[in-house]
């Protein structure tokens, strides 16, 4: 069985919540800390030099095929929170991240997550089984292989 690894490839966002991500008691809706998820998996990008576009332009999709979300505490309206991501490396053909969204102001916990991504080929939308060329020199670089 090929087993994730936690890697030292980590980032983080900033995130101001706005008033159109609560409820009407001022809470962050819990879909929106998917959101915040993406945030944090954009900012990864930029930082290691992987963003969706050099995906796409290495002819791929990385649809999520698994999402989790664990909820600790609230966010409100006008809280600044930290979205905090961490890759996980593993041999088979997908992208595991783990992820950790703070209270910037008082560092408490707001919710704990994962997502894997796998390869889908733009040209026929196939599923691919093996890590493509560009993720494996990805690694390379980074040092993870």
Not at 43 to 61: E, K, P
Not at 113 to 125: A, E, P, R, Y
């Amino acid at each position: 069985m090929k087993k994730a690894v936690e890697t030292q490839l980590k980032t983080n966002v900033a995130i101001k919540v706005r008033f159109s991500e609560t409820d009407s008691m001022s809470v962050v809706w819990h879909g929106n800390y998917i959101r915040y998820f993406e945030d944090a998996r954009e900012a990864f990008g930029d930082m290691y030099g992987i963003t969706y576009l050099d995906v796409f332009s290495n002819g791929y999709y990385m649809p999520l095929v698994s999402l989790s979300c664990d909820y600790k505490s609230s966010l409100r309206y006008g809280d600044e929170a930290l979205a905090e991501i961490t890759f996980w490396n593993t041999p088979s053909a997908k992208a595991i991240f783990k992820y950790r969204i703070f209270n910037k102001t008082t560092n408490r916990l707001a919710a704990t997550g994962s997502t894997i991504q796998v390869f889908l080929s733009v040209s026929d939308n196939a599923l691919s089984i093996n890590n493509p060329a560009f993720f494996e020199n990805w690694k390379q670089k980074m040092g993870l292989l």
